[in-house]
């Protein structure tokens, strides 16, 4: 087990080593970074009197279209919605993908046909004279992950968003736009391939590992009941209710706060590597040598500004210990994305980039769950940089390739678009956790 938890902490290196190079080893033998990207060429094709119709008589090149017509494909399990829609100006040809109904909800007949679906294509005209504006391209079942495509003479532009962050911009594209409008897909990726990282944009997950994080998942959400809520509270290294500060034991209504509910997921895999599960006060450490400064640690014991920052620092730095591989430090399990995404030492990220934060990790380092420390200038007389709440995400893609995270605070389980509108405005610092094969967190002393 240990030399599989080592390995996985060397695929974080691994992956930063790689280059350009290797970067495209998912080129040959077709697009498998693509991983079934659905493509909806044929139609566009068969339906391309349509598409480079004068505005005004599309009813005469397919009657019926305004409300949409579905088109089967031989090319393509699926099928493809054909619509018109006349919005502010403009004229939009849309082409989208069947997607099946899910499978929770037990329904049956025809699928359904999302505008924010993979593979679906937005096409955009003026109404005043015909000229075609854009094109737009989703990359996958998000609606802040796409591609736009501009004319440009005999070339085209593109620009790429990763949930709602820009990626690629203004990348020329050697195709005249016409043809980027009925040619599949894979054809703009590979004239772009020396550009645009595809790889990583249209990542579709590690089936076993994700399977193993979807387990753990419910693990922890099976178990979310036997927890309870209390300020200031966790579950000591015997599995009893106690107070973070004084280590006393708990009165009356028993449980977790945000801090002792990220030391129970910690413990589940700390326990079946080391046969124990973690005390309080290595927990408590803090590292003033690392982050604050001289001003700021006036103000230690009144406000503890950094409580959250240290305590899943040194979580990660205990699960580290209890699978026998010591880190280099407290900072060494920290996320610090140089790419599309700016870090901020000891403060992390802006919530509203939470999304595409982990996505970027989950595609480099798959099997990993993260603590985030959510940090806002706080109070008054000073006002100062306060780290006040402590979140677990564990990230995954679902069996059809969509990416998902789920996300645990204080014994309840909640979700990304909770947590940026709970928090916005606010930043939120990662550390980088290794997920164990087995899950096996501490059952309260006092509910066994």
């Known amino acids: 087990m240990k030399t599989r938890f080592w390995l996985s902490l060397l695929a974080l290196t691994a992956a930063a080593a790689l280059g350009a190079q290797d970067m495209q080893a998912w080129l040959p033998g077709g697009l498998r970074a693509a991983g079934g990207f659905p493509e909806n060429h044929e139609i566009r094709k068969q339906l391309a009197e349509l598409v480079f119709a004068p505005v005004g008589s599309e009813g005469e090149a397919l009657p019926g279209v305004e409300s949409g017509r579905i088109f089967g494909q031989r090319s393509a399990a699926y099928r493809v919605k054909v619509r018109l829609e006349r919005q502010q100006g403009h004229l939009y040809t849309l082409f989208l993908n069947e997607r099946p109904l899910s499978q929770r909800d037990g329904r049956t007949g025809p699928g359904q046909f999302p505008v924010a679906g993979a593979g679906a294509y937005i096409i955009k005209r003026d109404l005043r004279d015909g000229s075609f504006v854009q094109v737009k391209i989703y990359l996958r079942d998000d609606p802040d992950c796409y591609v736009r495509l501009f004319p440009n003479g005999s070339r085209s532009t593109l620009d790429a968003y990763l949930f709602g962050v820009p990626v690629a911009r203004r990348v020329v594209v050697p195709m005249e736009f016409e043809s980027v409008l009925v040619e599949p897909f894979s054809r703009v990726m590979r004239a772009t391939a020396a550009t645009v990282q595809w790889e990583r944009l249209l990542a579709r997950g590690e089936p076993e590992v994700d399977r193993r994080t979807r387990g753990i998942v419910q693990g922890i959400a099976d178990r979310l009941g036997t927890l309870g809520d209390r300020e200031d509270g966790a579950l000591d290294a015997e599995g009893r209710f106690v107070f973070i500060d004084s280590g006393l034991p708990q009165d009356g209504v028993q449980g977790l706060n945000c801090s002792g509910f990220a030391k129970w997921v910690t413990d589940g895999f700390v326990y079946p590597l080391s046969g124990r599960y973690l005390g309080i006060e290595a927990l408590k450490e803090k590292h003033l040598e690392l982050r604050g400064n001289r001003w700021s640690r006036r103000f230690e014991d009144e406000r503890d500004p950094f409580f959250g920052l240290d305590w899943s620092r040194n979580l990660a730095l205990s699960l580290l210990e209890a699978a026998g591989y010591p880190a280099p430090g407290p900072e060494s399990s920290d996320v610090r994305l140089s790419e599309y995404v700016r870090y901020t030492e000891d403060v992390g990220y802006p919530v509203?980039?939470?999304?595409?934060?982990?996505?970027?990790?989950?595609?480099?380092?798959?099997?990993?769950?993260?603590?985030?420390?959510?940090?806002?200038?706080?109070?008054?007389?000073?006002?100062?940089?306060?780290?006040?709440?402590?979140?677990?995400?564990?990230?995954?893609?679902?069996?059809?390739?969509?990416?998902?995270?789920?996300?645990?605070?204080?014994?309840?389980?909640?979700?990304?678009?909770?947590?940026?509108?709970?928090?916005?405005?606010?930043?939120?610092?990662?550390?980088?956790?290794?997920?164990?094969?087995?899950?096996?967190?501490?059952?309260?002393?006092?509910?066994?």
Do not use: I, K
């Open 352 to 448: 509203e980039e939470l999304p595409l934060v982990l996505y970027l990790e989950t595609v480099r380092s798959p099997g990993m769950f993260y603590l985030g420390s959510v940090n806002r200038e706080y109070g008054s007389d000073p006002v100062m940089r306060q780290h006040f709440h402590l979140l677990v995400f564990l990230p995954y893609f679902t069996e059809s390739g969509a990416f998902r995270v789920a996300v645990f605070d204080r014994g309840r389980e909640s979700s990304l678009g909770e947590v940026r509108t709970r928090f916005t405005g606010n930043f939120v610092h990662l550390v980088r956790l290794p997920l164990g094969n087995s899950f096996e967190p501490p059952l309260p002393a006092s509910r066994r």
